[in-house]
Nanobody, 125 residues
Framework: QVQLVESGGGLVQPGGSLRLSCAASGFNLEYYGIGWFRQAPGKEREEVSCISPSDGNTEYADSVKGRFTVSRDNARNVVYLQMNSLKPDDTAVYYC??????????????????WGQGTLVTVSS
């Protein structure tokens, strides 16, 4: 029952916004960095962002800097990706996953690697 579930994807026009959610069950996100990844048709997977545990420091790919914001709500066991000023090139399946970025915290039960199932974001007129 250890899993991550993404939600919030859909069809949006260029310049629009979406907020993706990454909800954890079976483990505590408080101790984990969470990365957001995307894979567009015909392209390799790329890392979009990562948010560290505890202090919430963030990293962004150059392609999304200034447009995307990652945040976390440890009390609700959820990480968010706010996407603004969306472009057609942002079209991809977006995934969240546990990732060791920033501050390293040892989870009580040991580190687990978990990927979500992905949510499709389509940016098109």
């Amino acid at each position: 029952q250890v899993q991550l579930v993404e939600s919030g994807g859909g069809l949006v026009q260029p310049g629009g916004s979406l907020r993706l959610s990454c909800a954890a069950s079976g483990f505590n996100l408080e101790y984990y960095g969470i990365g957001w990844f995307r894979q567009a048709p015909g392209k390799e997977r790329e890392e979009v962002s990562c948010i560290s545990p505890s202090d919430g420091n963030t990293e962004y790919a150059d392609s999304v800097k200034g447009r995307f914001t990652v945040s976390r709500d440890n009390a609700r066991n959820v990480v968010y990706l706010q996407m603004n000023s969306l472009k057609p090139d942002d079209t991809a399946v977006y995934y969240c996953a546990t990732k060791q970025c920033g501050l390293i915290i040892v989870p009580p039960g040991g580190y687990v690697e978990v990927w979500g199932q992905g949510t499709l974001v389509t940016v098109s007129s």
